[in-house]
Each structure stands twice: as C-alpha cells, then as structure tokens.
C-alpha cells in the first residue's frame, strides 16, 4: 500500500520534471530560432535577391538540421532527466519502504504478544516520529497486557470464589475457585443468572445485595448437589468499559457448617445416651406442652432416677456407671410408646414425656401399662464389666394440666413426686399430690437452716443400744444424730444427712458427734466402769478429709478417752470408693485402736471375700434384710449365711432394725452376735442410755425378758 504511494509520487514528479525541461528547452530554441532569423534577414538585405533566395534556401536547410539536432539534444536531455528522476525516486523510495515494512514487522510481532523492544533507528524525520509513536503504544500495550495478566492469575489463584455479574444478574465472569465450587465450567456458567446458581426457595435470596455484609446462602452446583456458602455481594462500575454491576465473593463452609452442626447436637444431645438433654429435654417438653394446650390433649411426665446409682460408681468405677447407665436408658426407651421423649436431665436422672392423649382415661391407661413396664424392663440383671448388677428407678409423675400449666411446674411437681418414691424406699412409683411441693419447699428451706441450726446447738444424739443375743446385756450403743427444730419437732437424719453431704457441712457435723460422744462419755465413765463400746457413723467425706486422723487423734486426746472404747461405722459403699486410700486409713485409725464396723451391709455391692482386706472387726446387716425375717426365705438364707461367713472371717455381727421376737428368735437361732432395734424401744437419750446401763448392772432392767 505504501509502497503504490510512494511510486505514484515518483511517477508525478518525474512527468512534472520532464515537461519543464522539454518546455524550457522548446522556449529557448523557439526564441533563438526567432533571434537568429531577425539577425540574418538584416544581413541579406546588402545582397541581391538571387543571392538572397540562395542564401534563404541554405538557411533553410540549416536551420531544419539545426531544429533536428535540437530535437534530438532535447530528448537526450530528456532521456537523462528521466533516468536521474528514477534513481533519485528509487532511492527515495527505499527511504520509505524500509523503515514502514519495519513498523509492520514490529506490528506483527506486537500481535503475537512479544513486547521485546526493537532498537531506535535514530531517525528524526516523519517516520522516526511515526516509530517513536509506535513504540509508546507498545509499551503502553505491554504494561496493559502485564496487568491483566497479572490480575488473571491473582483470581486464579484466590481460594475465594468470584462471580461476576451485570445489571442484570447475568453472569460474566468467574474464577477458577468459583469453578470448583459450583462444579462448572466457566463457559457453562457464562450467561447464566445469579438466580440459577441458588436452590429454587431462595431464588431471590442475593436480589440487588451490594452492602459488602456476608451472609449466608447455599448454591446449587452443576451435579444439582448444594454447597453452603459465606458470601459477600459488591457493586462494581467502570466507567472506561462502560460496565456496571456486582461481583460476588463466596466460600465453601461445609466444614463450618459440619462442625456446627456437630456442636448442635452435642449441645442437644446427651453423649452417653444419646437421647435429648437437659436443654433439649426441656425445650421439646415445652413444644408437646404448647401442642396440648392448643389441642386439648393431656400429657405426663415421668421423672426416673436410680435408685442408689452412687454405689455403682464407688464400687466398680465410673465407665462401668457409665455403661450401665447407657443400658439403663436403653430399656427405658425399649417399652415407651413412638411418640414419647426421653431426655437424660443430670447423671443419674432422666425424664419421659408421653403425650397426644384425647383424654385422661387414655393417659391414666397408657401410665398403668408403662410405669410398671419400665420398672420391669429397668430391674431385669445386666451384666458390666464382668459384674451383675441389678438396677431399680424411682419415678414421679405429673400430668397435665392436672399438675401443673407449664414447664417449670411440670419438672417441679414430678420432681417432687420422685423424691417421694424415694422416700418410701424406690424402685416404684408416685403421682404427685399438691401436699408434696410443700414437702419439696421444706427440703430447701432445710438446707439454709441446717449451717444455722448446727451453729445454734440444735443438734442432738441419740444412743441405740446394742444388746448381745446370747443374754441381752447391753454391750453399747450407736450414736445417731438428731435435729430438733424448734418450730417442728424432730428431724431424722434421713431428712438432713444428705443435705449436709452435699454442703459439706458434713465435716462439722461428723466432728461435733464424735466430740458429743467423747463428752458423753466422759461423763458416764464417772457412774460407769465400762460404759460399753459406742459407734459413730462417718461420712465418707471426713473419711477424705486430708487431716482427719489428727482431728480424731485431738477430740480422744481432749477429752481423754481411750479410742478403743470406739467403733467407727463405714458404709459398704464408702468402705469400696478408693479402697487402696481407705484401706491405709482404716488401718491408721485401727492402729490407733479403734473399732471399724461395716455398716447397711448388703445394700451395696462389695462381698464378703473383699472385706478381708479391711481391718473390720463388726458387719451391720442391713434392716431391709431384716425386716421380713423370718418369713421371706431368700432373706432368711441371706441372713444365715452372711453370719456363717462373717464368723469364718473372724467378724461379729450386729443385725439392726429389729423390731419382733419372731425376728430376734430367727437372729439368736443363726447364732447372730447382737442386735439393735425398736424392740427394745426408741433410741436414748445420753443420760436415759447411762440409766440402762446402771438398772443393767442392778439388774432391774426389763428388756431381759426377752431374750430368756
Ligand atoms: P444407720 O447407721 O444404719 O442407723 C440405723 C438407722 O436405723 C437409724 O436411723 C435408726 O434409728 C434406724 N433404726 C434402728 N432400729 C430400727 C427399727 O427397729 N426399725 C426402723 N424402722 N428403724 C430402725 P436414723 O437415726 O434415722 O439414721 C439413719 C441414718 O442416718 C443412719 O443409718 C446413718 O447412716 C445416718 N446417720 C445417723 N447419724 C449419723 C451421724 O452422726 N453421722 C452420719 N454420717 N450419719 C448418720
Ligand atoms: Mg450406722
Ligand atoms: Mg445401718
């Protein structure tokens, strides 16, 4: 193209060069010509005419050789200019050629994305202005192309997903990451709209967002599974382009949203059991309650506890409790109606709500079968960690709306029923009764009073004597302590002992006794030779008191009383919890010549072989064992037997709680060592135990009869 150029303009000024040359020379021979004729006319006008006319024609001649030699000299000239304008207009040319096939080289080369710079030619005229030019747009080209490289690979690169979309939510570019998120091609999902990356509920979830907020959202990707998504939404405009619209950020939180969702569960869901917990329990109660109201319908709620689940954990350990637990809950669930919820509320505690029921004859029939189906399906043996174990529960039902309105009184109200299954010995059931919430108030009031009453000496002892079965001589007594409140009368043990182990007070209380008891029988030791041997019941907290045997060593110090005139009585299940630490301080303290007795023997589950290892020289059968002696056979065999292997371990026994001559008649036939009990009447007072001691040693005292 440029090299057409370039000859039409050499053509131009070669034509226009060679016609002023001809036209020059034409001019100057035509005025010579003219010249020279004017010139010679005037000198033939001297001759005569025939010279004239020869003279004329000579010159004639002449001139016509002339005009030829004139025309041949032009186009010589002519010729030479020609040849000379070529040269010049080739030459000229290449001046052009060269430097613009370099510029289209340099173009080309650009187009193929090399942006190495070529070498300045130095040139200062048009061209080199047009090559300068050139090369800006080059670099400007190279820097631009730089950039947009450079910001492909950062979004290649980003973990983050990016979506861009225009005005109208139409996809126009992605990332690479949002190509792994969505499982997408960028191709597929160029066009597409934002709507149709989400599921079809939340379609216009992301609608004209561009506030920078993340939210939350799910994308659908393109094996049609979804992704949940954090996500922000931006508005971006470039004016240069023309292009507005938003560009979206989004992360994959599957893993976030897998955990949290783990923690939701754990935080709703028991993780021994895996039944509701205590939250959810409550919550689910709280929506079957709502239900009802809204329906009409009656529900209960079943409060389950077992029955002396402590004494499985001391004595075979927490993973066995656990497990057993779990079996626990699992026969629960077993006999339950489908739609009943079970919840594990605390340790040993669980809560059964059953519901939908039209009417209160359909809840009452439902309980009559469930109750005792659970009470069954809870007592039949298990075996753990090698051990049988025989659990019972304690249940407390409320119903509503008979009971209670709401949550809080539901719990409340079957919670106290509970305590009162508990009360009259577990393993079965009770309803709940307006009058029991006032005792459930009472406990509670009880516990702030304790600290105060034992601060204002309202504690008091009791002794019961203990009366060998061969003669029914009185060979001591048990200390059992006693709250007289002063607005209410006595209050058992039964009634605060677990209070003040669950406030610690325990400590005190344990220590004050031991003191009473030093004290009173300091005191009786002046009427008294041998007032016998006196037991005192220990918690197992004093037993874990880190200075305890010092404190013991200092009260029989004070008050100078031989240690030996002393039993120590420890339940069977605190005798079992860290038998290695409890069987250096049992032998501490039998050093120090102190009696150890076991007492409730048979309640827990330690046997007999496993008592070798303590220093005990006394085994206390439970009064459960007792009570329907002689007539229950399997307690009769119990009880004989347990005496036959306590002797062969060189032991004495105490049978405690009887309270017949049937019973006292069975316990001397089997050889049994002593007795206490209500037969011989109520516990005594410290001076009414030192008046039966010395009517003893008179020999006025009645309960002799009985054992004639
Ligand atoms: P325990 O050591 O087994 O005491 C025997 C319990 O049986 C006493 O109940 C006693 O009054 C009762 N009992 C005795 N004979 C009969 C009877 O023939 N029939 C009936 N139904 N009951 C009889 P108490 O005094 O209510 O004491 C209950 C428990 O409280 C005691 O059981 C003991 O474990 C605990 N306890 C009593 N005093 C103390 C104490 O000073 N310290 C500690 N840590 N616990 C104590
Ligand atoms: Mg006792
Ligand atoms: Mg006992």
Redesign the pocket.
């Known amino acids: 193209m440029s090299r057409r150029l370039v000859s039409k303009f050499m053509l131009a000024v070669v034509t226009i060069a060679l016609v002023i040359v001809i036209a020059t020379a034409a001019l100057h021979l035509h005025l010579s010509r003219v010249a020279t004729e004017a010139l010679i006319e005037q000198s033939l006008q001297q001759y005569p005419e025939a010279e004239r006319a020869a003279g004329r024609a000579r010159l004639d001649a002449t001139q016509q050789n002339m005009r030829r030699d004139a025309l041949y000299l032009t186009l010589l000239a002519g010729l030479g200019l020609l040849v000379l304008a070529l040269g010049i207009g080739a030459l000229a040319m290449r001046g052009i050629t060269r430097p613009l096939s370099e510029l289209a080289g340099e173009a080309r080369q650009l187009g193929d994305g090399d942006y190495a710079p070529p070498a300045d030619t130095g040139r200062r005229d048009e061209l080199g202005k047009l090559g300068h030019a050139f090369r800006q747009l080059r670099e400007r080209l190279r820097e631009t192309t730089i950039s947009r490289d450079y910001l492909d690979q950062l979004l290649a690169g980003l973990n983050e997903a990016l979506i861009v979309v225009d005005d109208d939510d139409r996809i126009v570019r992605t990332n690479p990451a949002a190509c792994r998120l969505l499982c997408r091609t960028a191709d597929t999902m160029q066009g597409m709209t934002l709507a149709e990356l989400l599921p079809e509920d939340r379609r216009d979830s992301l609608a004209g967002h561009d506030d920078q907020r993340a939210r939350e959202s799910v994308f659908v990707r393109g094996d049609d599974t979804q992704v949940p998504v954090s996500l922000t939404c931006s508005r971006v405009t470039h004016p240069e382009t023309d292009f507005s619209g938003r560009i979206i950020s989004a992360r994959d939180i599957s893993e976030r949203k897998r955990a949290e969702q783990r923690i939701r569960y754990l935080a709703r869901i028991d993780s021994l059991t895996k039944v509701p917990n205590r939250m959810q329990f409550q919550h689910l109660l709280q929506r079957a309650l709502a239900r009802a109201r809204k329906r009409g319908e009656y529900l209960a709620l079943l409060y389950i506890d077992v029955d002396r689940f402590k004494d499985v954990n001391d004595t075979f350990g927490h993973l066995a409790g656990d497990v057993s637990l779990e079996t626990f809950c699992q026969r629960v669930c077993e006999v339950l109606p489908d739609t009943a919820i079970v919840g594990r509320l605390a340790g040993d505690e669980f809560a059964v709500c059953l519901r939908d029921f039209r009417t209160l004859d359909a809840m009452m029939a439902t309980l009559d079968t469930v109750i005792p189906d659970i009470l069954r399906s809870v007592g039949r043996s298990m075996r753990v960690q090698g051990h049988e174990l025989y659990l019972t529960a304690s249940m407390g039902v409320a119903r509503y709306p008979l009971d209670g309105g709401d949550v809080i009184d539901l719990i409340r109200n079957a919670d106290a029923a509970l305590y009162h299954a508990k009360k009259v010995g577990g393993n079965c059931h009770a309803f709940y009764t307006p009058d029991m919430n006032a005792e459930a108030v009472e406990r509670l009031m009880l516990k702030s009073k304790l600290r105060r009453a034992f601060e204002r000496n309202e504690l008091t002892l ?1 002794y ?1 004597p203990k009366y060998g079965t061969h003669d029914g001589r009185v060979m001591g007594a ?4 006693r709250w007289e409140m002063p607005e209410r009368g006595m209050v ?3 009634d605060f ?1 677990p209070l003040a182990e669950e406030t610690n007070l ?1 400590l005190d ?2 220590e004050w ?1 031991l003191d009473q008891v030093c004290a009173d029988y300091r005191h009786w030791q002046r009427s008294i030779a041998s007032p016998g041997r006196v037991s ?4 197992l907290k004093q037993l874990r008191q880190q200075n305890f045997l010092e404190r013991v060593k200092d009260i029989f110090t004070r008050h100078q009383v031989s240690p030996t005139c002393l039993e120590l ?1 420890i ?1 069977e299940t605190t005798l079992m919890e860290d038998a290695e630490r409890t069987i250096r301080m049992l032998e501490a303290l039998y050093r120090m010549g102190l009696h150890l007795a076991i ?2 023997f048979g309640t827990g589950y330690s046997s007999l072989s496993a008592m070798q290892h303590f220093p005990i020289s006394t085994l206390k059968i439970d ?1 459960s064992f007792i009570r329907d002696l002689p007539a229950d056979r399997n307690n009769a065999t119990i009880v004989a037997t347990v005496i036959q292997m306590a002797h062969n371990l060189e032991m004495e026994v105490v049978a ?4 017949t001559e049937a019973q006292l008649a069975f316990l001397r036939e089997h050889d049994c060592d002593y007795v ?4 011989f009447g109520e ?1 005594f007072s410290a001076d009414d135990y030192a008046d039966l001691l010395l009517r003893q040693i008179e020999g006025t005292d009645r309960h002799r009869t009985l054992f004639a």
């Not at 405690?656 to 309270?659: H, L």
């Open positions: 009791r019961q048990e200390a059992l302590v058992l043990p039964a002992v325990i209380l344990g006794v005192v019941n220990l918690s009585e339940t007492d409730d009064r405690e709680g009887v309270e206490q009990g209500m037969l516990p």
